[in-house]
């Protein structure tokens, strides 16, 4: 079946380290990813998107990567900051015209 | 601008009760989605709409129905609300995803609803 997935176990980094989180999908092949960020309590912030023909995308401090033979995205925050500390989730239509499946999200903890 | 607004933020219902989810956006976004977020399930799609008087069914859409009459307004409708309808409940709205890429979609800060 096709999925989506991302690590549901929170990522626990110290504050200045780069943040790496990871999105894989498998039986199909998405034309983009979106990241998304979610604090508690609110609704998720869209963040970037990547299309299979890019390899990288940065924004500041972020940077995606799209990997279409590993099946896999990556989203790296550097110099993380207390601030980033929230929940990131990826996105993808899983066919041509589809509408967005999103993965469960990464809790991504920042510590001083 | 306001963005996409949700109200209620909070509520409870018994089972069997009926309520309306109001989503109002301010942003001319022709594409609405209504989303519903459970623990450790991710996003997940009840219904959307790519224009006024256009609905259609996401992935889990029993339950639930929605109506767009306006390009601001996409209301969602619990008519028998049951104890699996718990949940916490997104709209969100974008431009057209037709074409090579995807627009982002802007959501709105939730309304958590609770069937006792």
């Known amino acids: 079946s096709q999925k989506i997935e991302q690590n549901s176990e929170a990522l626990n980094i110290q504050e200045g380290k780069t943040a790496t989180l990871t999105c894989n999908y498998t039986n199909y092949s998405p034309a983009y990813l979106q990241w998304y960020r979610q604090d508690p309590g609110r609704g998720p912030v869209f963040l970037l998107l990547i299309r299979e023909n890019e390899k990288e995308k940065r924004k500041e401090r972020l940077k995606v990567t799209f990997d279409t033979t590993l099946k896999q995205s990556l989203f790296h925050i550097t110099a993380s900051q207390p601030a980033d500390s929230a929940t990131y989730l990826c996105?993808?239509?899983?066919?041509?015209?589809?509408?967005?499946?999103f993965g469960t999200g990464t809790r991504l903890a920042v510590r001083p | 601008n306001a963005g996409v607004t949700q109200t209620p933020k909070f509520r409870i219902l018994k089972i069997g009760q009926s309520m309306t989810l109001q989503c109002t956006q301010d942003m001319n976004h022709n594409y609405m989605y209504w989303y519903r977020q459970d623990p450790g399930m991710g996003l997940k799609l009840i219904y959307y709409s790519v224009g006024a008087g256009i609905t259609d069914k996401g992935e889990v859409p029993n339950g639930y129905n929605v109506s767009r009459s306006t390009t601001e307004d996409f209301p969602l409708r619990l008519e028998l609300a049951a104890p699996s309808q718990t949940s916490v409940y997104f709209c969100a709205s974008s431009y057209s995803t037709t074409g090579r890429g995807s627009q982002p979609q802007h959501f709105g800060d939730g309304t958590r609803l609770s069937i006792l």
């Open positions: 996105a993808s239509p899983k066919s041509s015209g589809d509408k967005l499946t």
